[in-house]
């Protein structure tokens, strides 16, 4: 009769070290059937994960926030971002204004249009003699006669007094207390007073003098740099300011009639400046042909 530990399929049958005792080898072989067990509970857990996953299509909520924390940089998240709902803008009426009691220019007028000032007024003297300038300049090259020369050369000399005047008078002093550059208007003044040398000069030379032609040409260039620096420098710094410009105007014309020419030489400057009525001459025409 053969014995238990022969038959087939016992641990004894199966040990491979028949010198190894019978309960050593049980033991392994209890062991092994455990862990083949266990790796095929765990082999079908996976299994059911991975095919739960395909039917689906997604990853659990945990993996993946996970993993898109981990690999999604700051400016990635800021750019898949969703966009934000537009807000409905519901329109909206403004209160409406009462009608004016009564329409007058001042409140009709477009906003582009403004009351002559002070520096409209300064600018049509620079006009002025500007173009005199120029026509004094026509007649010395054609060596006109020497009383016709003298005429146009006095006419100069009395509108630049007259605008001298109302300027150190009344427009400098205005600017000094709204707080215009201090150096600038001193700089005006000292070039006032080089033009005052000139035109005594002129007005004590005679037309047959070699450098009286000379005298006045050099005198409209004194003018030119002057009037540039006003037109570019002080009379913008004049506009912002909290200048009265329009009240100053009327000031500067009243103490300009008191020291205008007599009605002859009036009538010789409106002749001389006739033809160049409606445009910019002389002096400032190349800074009126840029603006």
């Known amino acids: 009769m053969a014995d238990d530990k022969t038959k087939r399929g016992s641990p004894d049958n199966k040990r491979l070290n028949k010198s190894e005792p019978y309960e050593v080898a049980y033991a392994k ?3 092994a059937k455990a862990a083949t067990a266990k790796a095929t509970k765990t082999s079908a ?25 981990k690999s999604v940089s700051p400016a990635m998240k800021r750019t898949n971002a969703a966009p934000a709902a537009k807000k409905s803008r519901v329109p909206t009426r403004a209160t409406p204004k009462p009608p004016k009691a009564e329409k ?44 016709q020369r003298r005429t146009l050369a006095q006419t100069i000399c009395d509108m630049l007094k007259a605008h001298t005047t109302i300027e150190e008078e009344i427009f400098y002093p205005a600017a ?18 080089s033009a005052k040398d000139l035109i005594a000069q002129i007005e ?24 540039v620096e006003e037109h570019t420098e002080m009379f913008p710094k004049c506009r912002r300011s909290a200048m009265d410009l329009v009240g100053l105007r009327g000031e ?24 160049n ?10 800074l009126f042909s840029k603006a």
């Not at 857990?45 to 898109?68: D, E, F, L, V």
């Not at 208007?185 to 006032?192: G, Q, S, T």
Request: a neutral charge.
């Open 29 to 31: 072989s209890k062991r």
């Open 45 to 69: 857990k996976s299994a059911a994960k991975k095919s739960a996953k395909k039917a689906t299509g997604k990853a659990s909520p945990r993996s993946s926030s996970t993993t898109r924390a």
């Open 204 to 227: 004590g030379g005679n037309p047959g003098d070699d450098h009286y032609d000379a005298k006045v040409k050099v005198l409209g260039e004194y003018i030119t740099h002057h009037v």
């Open 176 to 193: 000094r207390r709204a707080g215009i550059d201090a150096d600038l208007l001193d700089e005006a003044d000292i070039e006032h007073a």
């Open 104 to 147: 007058t220019a001042e409140n009709t007028a477009p906003k582009t249009m403004r009351e002559a000032d002070a520096v409209d007024l300064l600018t049509d003297d620079h006009l002025e003699v500007g173009a005199l300038f120029k026509q004094y300049e026509k007649l010395a090259k054609k060596e006109a006669p020497a009383n």
């Open 252 to 275: 500067m014309e009243a103490r300009k009639l008191s020291i205008a020419p007599n009605e002859g030489e009036a009538a010789s400057t409106s002749e001389a400046v006739n033809d």
């Open 277 to 286: 009525r409606g445009k910019p001459t002389g002096i400032l025409a190349s």
